[in-house]
Protein backbone atom coordinates (compact mmCIF):
# COMPACT_ATOMS: atom_id res chain seq x y z
CA UNK A 1 0.00 0.00 0.00
CA UNK A 2 1.88 3.29 -0.95
CA UNK A 3 1.00 6.34 1.06
CA UNK A 4 1.36 10.14 0.04
CA UNK A 5 3.01 11.90 3.19
CA UNK A 6 1.80 15.13 1.92
CA UNK A 7 -1.84 14.12 1.67
CA UNK A 8 -4.51 12.27 4.11
CA UNK A 9 -7.22 11.48 1.41
CA UNK A 10 -8.94 9.00 2.56
CA UNK A 11 -7.37 5.50 1.86
CA UNK A 12 -8.54 1.77 1.28
CA UNK A 13 -8.06 0.01 4.97
CA UNK A 14 -6.98 -3.17 3.39
CA UNK A 15 -3.81 -4.21 5.47
CA UNK A 16 -0.25 -3.54 5.45
CA UNK A 17 2.34 -5.72 4.31
CA UNK A 18 4.13 -6.95 6.97
CA UNK A 19 7.41 -7.82 5.34
CA UNK A 20 7.25 -4.01 4.69
CA UNK A 21 10.84 -2.65 4.63
CA UNK A 22 12.09 0.28 6.70
CA UNK A 23 8.54 -0.29 8.68
CA UNK A 24 8.97 2.18 11.77
CA UNK A 25 6.96 4.33 13.94
CA UNK A 26 4.88 6.84 12.71
CA UNK A 27 4.32 10.57 13.98
CA UNK A 28 0.66 9.86 15.11
CA UNK A 29 1.86 6.95 16.95
CA UNK A 30 4.40 8.93 18.76
CA UNK A 31 2.10 11.69 19.57
CA UNK A 32 -0.64 9.07 20.54
CA UNK A 33 2.05 7.49 23.26
CA UNK A 34 2.65 10.98 24.89
CA UNK A 35 -1.16 10.39 26.89
CA UNK A 36 0.28 7.43 28.30
CA UNK A 37 3.33 9.16 29.84
CA UNK A 38 -0.01 10.93 31.79
CA UNK A 39 -1.50 8.07 32.76
CA UNK A 40 2.25 6.23 33.78
CA UNK A 41 2.71 9.24 35.51
CA UNK A 42 -0.46 9.28 37.38
CA UNK A 43 -0.81 5.72 38.34
CA UNK A 44 2.61 5.83 39.78
CA UNK A 45 2.25 8.82 41.55
CA UNK A 46 -0.79 7.18 43.48
CA UNK A 47 0.86 3.73 43.94
CA UNK A 48 3.91 5.73 45.62
CA UNK A 49 1.52 7.55 47.79
CA UNK A 50 -0.26 4.35 48.52
CA UNK A 51 3.31 2.79 49.72
CA UNK A 52 4.42 5.63 52.02
CA UNK A 53 1.17 5.38 54.07
CA UNK A 54 2.06 1.63 54.43
CA UNK A 55 -0.99 0.74 52.64
CA UNK A 56 0.12 -2.10 51.09
CA UNK A 57 -3.33 -4.04 49.42
CA UNK A 58 -4.99 -1.16 48.13
CA UNK A 59 -2.13 0.17 46.99
CA UNK A 60 -0.96 -2.94 44.55
CA UNK A 61 -4.68 -3.88 44.03
CA UNK A 62 -4.94 -0.13 42.57
CA UNK A 63 -1.50 -0.03 40.65
CA UNK A 64 -2.32 -3.64 38.90
CA UNK A 65 -5.98 -2.45 37.56
CA UNK A 66 -4.89 0.86 36.57
CA UNK A 67 -1.86 -0.45 34.68
CA UNK A 68 -3.69 -3.21 33.13
CA UNK A 69 -6.27 -0.60 31.93
CA UNK A 70 -3.64 1.82 30.67
CA UNK A 71 -1.12 -1.09 28.96
CA UNK A 72 -4.31 -2.76 27.32
CA UNK A 73 -5.80 0.58 25.86
CA UNK A 74 -2.37 1.17 23.97
CA UNK A 75 -2.06 -3.08 23.18
CA UNK A 76 -5.58 -2.85 21.82
CA UNK A 77 -4.45 0.81 19.31
CA UNK A 78 -0.90 -0.12 19.00
CA UNK A 79 -1.63 -3.85 17.47
CA UNK A 80 -4.41 -2.65 15.23
CA UNK A 81 -2.22 -0.01 13.77
CA UNK A 82 0.45 -1.96 13.15
CA UNK A 83 -1.86 -3.91 10.87
CA UNK A 84 -4.28 -1.78 9.50
CA UNK A 85 -2.85 2.04 9.80
CA UNK A 86 -3.71 4.27 6.66
CA UNK A 87 -3.13 7.38 7.47
CA UNK A 88 -5.80 8.84 6.22
CA UNK A 89 -8.09 11.65 7.97
CA UNK A 90 -9.98 9.21 9.46
CA UNK A 91 -7.58 7.16 10.48
CA UNK A 92 -5.84 10.05 12.23
CA UNK A 93 -9.49 11.82 13.71
CA UNK A 94 -10.54 8.64 14.88
CA UNK A 95 -6.89 8.09 16.64
CA UNK A 96 -7.71 11.63 18.28
CA UNK A 97 -10.50 10.49 19.42
CA UNK A 98 -8.94 7.28 21.56
CA UNK A 99 -6.42 9.91 22.54
CA UNK A 100 -9.21 11.88 24.39
CA UNK A 101 -10.62 8.61 25.98
CA UNK A 102 -6.89 7.64 27.33
CA UNK A 103 -6.64 11.06 28.60
CA UNK A 104 -10.10 10.18 30.70
CA UNK A 105 -8.99 6.79 31.95
CA UNK A 106 -5.89 8.95 33.18
CA UNK A 107 -8.38 10.69 34.99
CA UNK A 108 -9.88 8.22 36.52
CA UNK A 109 -7.40 6.41 38.34
CA UNK A 110 -7.02 8.67 40.92
CA UNK A 111 -10.34 8.26 42.04
CA UNK A 112 -10.30 4.79 41.74
CA UNK A 113 -7.14 4.38 44.23
CA UNK A 114 -9.05 6.91 46.57
CA UNK A 115 -12.18 4.07 46.62
CA UNK A 116 -9.88 1.34 47.53
CA UNK A 117 -8.76 3.61 50.38
CA UNK A 118 -11.73 3.65 51.81
CA UNK A 119 -12.50 0.18 51.03
CA UNK A 120 -16.31 0.09 50.26
CA UNK A 121 -16.28 -0.55 46.62
CA UNK A 122 -14.23 0.14 43.33
CA UNK A 123 -15.20 3.69 41.70
CA UNK A 124 -13.64 3.19 38.56
CA UNK A 125 -16.42 5.08 36.67
CA UNK A 126 -14.46 7.68 35.10
CA UNK A 127 -11.73 5.05 33.70
CA UNK A 128 -14.56 2.98 32.21
CA UNK A 129 -15.88 6.17 30.53
CA UNK A 130 -12.52 6.72 28.68
CA UNK A 131 -13.06 2.92 27.84
CA UNK A 132 -15.94 3.34 26.18
CA UNK A 133 -15.11 6.35 24.43
CA UNK A 134 -11.85 4.36 23.46
CA UNK A 135 -13.62 1.44 22.14
CA UNK A 136 -16.28 3.17 20.22
CA UNK A 137 -13.61 4.07 18.00
CA UNK A 138 -12.14 1.01 18.09
CA UNK A 139 -14.85 -0.61 17.21
CA UNK A 140 -15.44 1.52 14.26
CA UNK A 141 -11.72 0.99 12.86
CA UNK A 142 -11.97 -3.00 13.13
CA UNK A 143 -15.44 -2.73 10.98
CA UNK A 144 -14.57 -0.63 8.70
CA UNK A 145 -11.55 -3.26 8.63
CA UNK A 146 -13.86 -5.99 7.80
CA UNK A 147 -15.75 -4.12 5.06
CA UNK A 148 -12.45 -3.09 3.22
CA UNK A 149 -10.07 -6.46 3.79
CA UNK A 150 -12.28 -9.28 2.97
CA UNK A 151 -9.90 -11.83 3.64
CA UNK A 152 -9.24 -11.18 7.55
CA UNK A 153 -13.39 -9.91 7.46
CA UNK A 154 -13.97 -12.78 10.24
CA UNK A 155 -11.10 -11.87 12.21
CA UNK A 156 -12.10 -7.82 12.39
CA UNK A 157 -15.32 -9.10 13.06
CA UNK A 158 -14.88 -10.98 16.19
CA UNK A 159 -12.59 -8.63 17.33
CA UNK A 160 -15.05 -5.91 17.58
CA UNK A 161 -17.95 -8.38 18.50
CA UNK A 162 -15.74 -9.23 21.69
CA UNK A 163 -14.82 -5.59 22.12
CA UNK A 164 -18.30 -4.82 22.72
CA UNK A 165 -19.22 -8.01 25.05
CA UNK A 166 -16.34 -6.64 27.11
CA UNK A 167 -17.35 -3.17 27.07
CA UNK A 168 -20.91 -4.23 27.78
CA UNK A 169 -19.59 -6.25 30.92
CA UNK A 170 -17.76 -3.25 32.27
CA UNK A 171 -20.30 -1.31 32.48
CA UNK A 172 -22.30 -3.70 34.05
CA UNK A 173 -19.83 -4.31 36.60
CA UNK A 174 -20.20 -0.63 37.56
CA UNK A 175 -23.71 -0.66 37.85
CA UNK A 176 -23.57 -3.23 40.31
CA UNK A 177 -23.00 -1.64 43.49
CA UNK A 178 -20.73 -4.38 45.28
CA UNK A 179 -17.93 -4.78 47.65
CA UNK A 180 -14.03 -4.79 46.43
CA UNK A 181 -14.04 -8.61 46.46
CA UNK A 182 -17.15 -9.07 44.74
CA UNK A 183 -16.36 -6.29 42.65
CA UNK A 184 -12.55 -8.14 41.60
CA UNK A 185 -14.49 -11.15 41.39
CA UNK A 186 -16.54 -10.44 38.88
CA UNK A 187 -14.31 -8.61 36.78
CA UNK A 188 -11.66 -11.44 36.78
CA UNK A 189 -13.99 -13.32 33.56
CA UNK A 190 -13.68 -10.13 31.77
CA UNK A 191 -10.01 -9.87 32.67
CA UNK A 192 -9.92 -13.51 30.64
CA UNK A 193 -12.23 -12.56 28.03
CA UNK A 194 -10.07 -9.45 26.99
CA UNK A 195 -6.71 -11.55 26.96
CA UNK A 196 -8.42 -14.49 25.04
CA UNK A 197 -10.12 -12.15 22.00
CA UNK A 198 -6.78 -11.96 20.40
CA UNK A 199 -6.20 -15.86 20.51
CA UNK A 200 -9.80 -16.20 19.43
CA UNK A 201 -10.17 -13.66 16.53
CA UNK A 202 -7.13 -14.78 14.43
CA UNK A 203 -7.21 -18.58 14.69
CA UNK A 204 -8.27 -18.51 10.95
CA UNK A 205 -7.23 -15.32 9.48
CA UNK A 206 -4.30 -13.73 11.20
CA UNK A 207 -3.88 -9.83 10.94
CA UNK A 208 -1.01 -8.52 9.07
CA UNK A 209 0.88 -6.98 12.01
CA UNK A 210 4.48 -5.97 11.37
CA UNK A 211 7.56 -7.82 13.59
CA UNK A 212 10.20 -5.11 13.25
CA UNK A 213 7.58 -2.11 13.95
CA UNK A 214 5.55 -4.13 16.99
CA UNK A 215 9.16 -4.46 18.70
CA UNK A 216 9.67 -0.96 17.97
CA UNK A 217 6.90 0.14 19.67
CA UNK A 218 7.13 -2.11 22.64
CA UNK A 219 10.65 -0.50 22.89
CA UNK A 220 8.90 2.67 22.33
CA UNK A 221 6.81 2.30 25.50
CA UNK A 222 9.68 1.09 27.68
CA UNK A 223 11.20 4.26 27.04
CA UNK A 224 8.61 6.11 28.14
CA UNK A 225 7.78 3.88 31.76
CA UNK A 226 11.42 4.50 32.34
CA UNK A 227 10.46 7.84 32.54
CA UNK A 228 8.86 7.78 35.77
CA UNK A 229 12.22 5.94 37.20
CA UNK A 230 13.38 9.39 35.79
CA UNK A 231 10.89 11.54 37.20
CA UNK A 232 11.31 9.92 40.72
CA UNK A 233 14.83 9.92 40.60
CA UNK A 234 14.44 13.82 40.08
CA UNK A 235 11.80 13.63 43.27
CA UNK A 236 14.20 11.70 45.41
CA UNK A 237 17.38 14.46 44.58
CA UNK A 238 15.23 17.30 44.84
CA UNK A 239 13.87 16.34 48.25
CA UNK A 240 17.63 15.65 49.66
CA UNK A 241 19.08 18.69 48.22
CA UNK A 242 16.51 20.96 49.96
CA UNK A 243 16.57 19.41 53.37
CA UNK A 244 20.38 18.83 53.00
CA UNK A 245 21.81 20.89 50.02
CA UNK A 246 24.23 19.24 47.96
CA UNK A 247 26.23 16.28 49.31
CA UNK A 248 27.44 13.07 48.74
CA UNK A 249 24.27 11.54 49.81
CA UNK A 250 22.48 13.76 47.26
CA UNK A 251 25.49 12.66 44.62
CA UNK A 252 25.01 9.10 45.31
CA UNK A 253 20.98 9.73 44.85
CA UNK A 254 21.45 11.24 41.48
CA UNK A 255 23.89 8.92 39.96
CA UNK A 256 21.64 6.34 41.53
CA UNK A 257 18.12 6.89 40.08
CA UNK A 258 19.61 8.06 36.56
CA UNK A 259 21.93 4.89 36.76
CA UNK A 260 19.01 2.47 37.33
CA UNK A 261 16.82 3.81 34.86
CA UNK A 262 19.83 3.58 32.30
CA UNK A 263 20.86 0.34 33.16
CA UNK A 264 17.18 -0.97 33.11
CA UNK A 265 17.04 0.58 29.05
CA UNK A 266 20.08 -1.30 28.57
CA UNK A 267 19.29 -4.38 29.38
CA UNK A 268 15.74 -4.31 27.89
CA UNK A 269 16.91 -3.39 24.65
CA UNK A 270 19.70 -6.29 24.61
CA UNK A 271 16.64 -8.65 23.68
CA UNK A 272 17.09 -8.14 19.58
CA UNK A 273 12.75 -8.83 19.85
CA UNK A 274 12.22 -7.46 15.99
CA UNK A 275 14.39 -10.06 14.40
CA UNK A 276 12.80 -13.06 17.15
CA UNK A 277 9.29 -11.97 16.78
CA UNK A 278 9.96 -12.02 12.37
CA UNK A 279 11.21 -15.68 12.98
CA UNK A 280 8.47 -16.74 14.89
CA UNK A 281 5.49 -14.76 15.25
CA UNK A 282 3.19 -17.77 16.45
CA UNK A 283 4.64 -16.51 19.33
CA UNK A 284 3.32 -13.02 19.36
CA UNK A 285 0.83 -13.40 22.23
CA UNK A 286 3.95 -14.37 24.48
CA UNK A 287 5.43 -11.34 23.59
CA UNK A 288 2.61 -8.89 24.00
CA UNK A 289 0.95 -10.38 27.55
CA UNK A 290 4.41 -10.82 28.93
CA UNK A 291 5.48 -6.85 28.14
CA UNK A 292 2.44 -6.49 30.69
CA UNK A 293 5.17 -7.39 33.63
CA UNK A 294 7.88 -5.86 32.09
CA UNK A 295 6.09 -2.20 31.79
CA UNK A 296 4.83 -3.19 35.02
CA UNK A 297 7.75 -3.45 36.99
CA UNK A 298 9.18 -0.36 35.18
CA UNK A 299 6.17 1.87 36.29
CA UNK A 300 6.54 -0.03 40.02
CA UNK A 301 10.18 0.76 40.09
CA UNK A 302 9.39 4.81 39.51
CA UNK A 303 6.94 4.60 41.50
CA UNK A 304 9.41 3.13 44.23
CA UNK A 305 11.85 5.99 43.69
CA UNK A 306 8.81 8.60 44.57
CA UNK A 307 8.47 6.21 47.97
CA UNK A 308 12.38 7.11 48.50
CA UNK A 309 11.50 10.90 47.67
CA UNK A 310 8.94 11.09 50.68
CA UNK A 311 10.81 8.81 52.71
CA UNK A 312 14.08 11.49 52.28
CA UNK A 313 11.46 14.19 52.58
CA UNK A 314 10.06 13.10 56.04
CA UNK A 315 6.50 12.04 54.45
CA UNK A 316 6.76 8.07 54.57
CA UNK A 317 5.53 6.37 57.54
CA UNK A 318 7.54 3.17 56.70
CA UNK A 319 11.21 2.47 56.90
CA UNK A 320 13.83 2.22 55.45
CA UNK A 321 14.43 -1.28 54.71
CA UNK A 322 10.59 -0.99 53.20
CA UNK A 323 11.39 1.87 51.28
CA UNK A 324 14.45 -0.22 49.58
CA UNK A 325 12.08 -3.15 48.85
CA UNK A 326 9.93 -0.97 46.93
CA UNK A 327 12.56 -0.41 44.05
CA UNK A 328 14.71 -3.68 44.63
CA UNK A 329 11.45 -6.02 44.22
CA UNK A 330 10.29 -4.80 41.18
CA UNK A 331 13.55 -3.84 39.62
CA UNK A 332 13.95 -7.91 40.62
CA UNK A 333 10.36 -8.91 38.84
CA UNK A 334 11.76 -6.85 35.88
CA UNK A 335 14.92 -8.86 35.24
CA UNK A 336 13.05 -12.71 36.03
CA UNK A 337 10.32 -11.13 33.20
CA UNK A 338 12.77 -9.83 30.58
CA UNK A 339 14.87 -13.19 31.01
CA UNK A 340 11.95 -15.45 30.55
CA UNK A 341 10.54 -13.73 27.59
CA UNK A 342 14.33 -13.73 26.61
CA UNK A 343 14.99 -17.53 26.98
CA UNK A 344 11.26 -17.98 25.67
CA UNK A 345 12.23 -16.08 22.60
CA UNK A 346 15.70 -17.18 21.92
CA UNK A 347 16.12 -20.23 24.12
CA UNK A 348 17.19 -20.51 27.87
CA UNK A 349 20.77 -21.05 29.04
CA UNK A 350 22.53 -21.57 32.05
CA UNK A 351 24.49 -18.49 32.00
CA UNK A 352 21.47 -16.60 31.78
CA UNK A 353 19.49 -18.68 34.44
CA UNK A 354 22.60 -17.83 36.58
CA UNK A 355 23.03 -14.23 35.76
CA UNK A 356 19.08 -13.46 36.74
CA UNK A 357 19.71 -15.46 39.97
CA UNK A 358 22.51 -13.28 40.53
CA UNK A 359 21.31 -10.10 40.31
CA UNK A 360 18.12 -10.83 42.00
CA UNK A 361 20.52 -12.27 45.13
CA UNK A 362 22.20 -8.59 45.04
CA UNK A 363 19.39 -6.94 44.76
CA UNK A 364 17.83 -8.79 47.87
CA UNK A 365 21.34 -7.89 49.76
CA UNK A 366 20.11 -4.27 48.63
CA UNK A 367 17.54 -5.14 51.24
CA UNK A 368 19.44 -6.58 53.30
CA UNK A 369 21.84 -4.09 54.20
CA UNK A 370 19.08 -1.24 54.41
CA UNK A 371 18.08 -3.59 57.58
CA UNK A 372 20.65 -2.92 58.71
CA UNK A 373 21.12 0.90 59.04
CA UNK A 374 22.73 1.23 55.47
CA UNK A 375 21.37 4.04 54.04
CA UNK A 376 18.99 4.69 51.62
CA UNK A 377 21.30 6.71 48.55
CA UNK A 378 24.03 3.34 49.19
CA UNK A 379 21.50 0.76 49.28
CA UNK A 380 20.38 2.36 45.66
CA UNK A 381 23.83 1.74 44.50
CA UNK A 382 23.89 -1.61 45.06
CA UNK A 383 20.97 -1.76 42.93
CA UNK A 384 22.38 -0.09 40.06
CA UNK A 385 25.77 -2.08 40.36
CA UNK A 386 23.82 -5.31 40.67
CA UNK A 387 22.54 -4.35 36.77
CA UNK A 388 25.72 -3.13 35.84
CA UNK A 389 26.96 -6.49 36.73
CA UNK A 390 24.64 -8.23 34.47
CA UNK A 391 25.41 -5.48 31.62
CA UNK A 392 29.12 -6.29 32.16
CA UNK A 393 28.40 -9.70 31.61
CA UNK A 394 26.35 -9.58 28.66
CA UNK A 395 28.44 -7.52 26.84
CA UNK A 396 31.55 -10.42 27.11
CA UNK A 397 29.86 -13.17 26.74
CA UNK A 398 26.35 -12.41 25.55
CA UNK A 399 26.17 -11.78 21.67
CA UNK A 400 27.89 -14.30 20.77
CA UNK A 401 25.44 -16.57 22.14
CA UNK A 402 22.52 -14.25 20.71
CA UNK A 403 23.48 -14.62 17.58
CA UNK A 404 23.74 -18.41 17.70
CA UNK A 405 20.23 -18.51 18.38
CA UNK A 406 19.35 -15.76 15.65
CA UNK A 407 21.03 -18.11 13.54
CA UNK A 408 18.88 -20.88 14.57
CA UNK A 409 15.62 -18.92 14.07
CA UNK A 410 17.35 -17.86 10.50
CA UNK A 411 17.45 -21.57 9.38
CA UNK A 412 13.79 -22.97 10.43
CA UNK A 413 11.32 -21.73 8.36
CA UNK A 414 9.14 -18.45 9.39
CA UNK A 415 5.76 -19.49 11.69
Known amino acids: ????????????????????????????????????????????????????????????????????????????????????????????VVTMVQMVGVLILAMGIEPMF???????????????????????????????????????????????????VAQIGWVAVLIVHADILTNF?????????????????????????????????????????????????????????????????AALVGLGGTGLAFGMWWIYFILPSGHALH?????????????????????ATGGGLHVAALFIDHSAHISATVVVATIAVPVALFKVALSSLYGYLLGFDRALLGVTALVVVLLGGSVGLAALDVSVPVCMMVIVAALALSIVIDERRGAARREAALERLRARPAT
Open 1 to 92: MSMNPLRHALSRMGGRDPQELNRTATPLELFFDLTFVIAFGVAGSQFAHELAEARFGPGFMGFTFAMFAVMWAWINFSWFASAYDTDDWVFR
Open 114 to 164: QSLDEGHRVDNSTMVLGYIIMRLALVFQWLRAAKQDPERRSACLTYAKFLV
Open 185 to 249: LMAAPLFLLEMATPTIAERKAKTPWHAHHIAERYGLLAIIALGECLIGAIESLRAIVALHGWSVD
Open 279 to 299: HQRHRAFAFGYGHMFIFGSIA
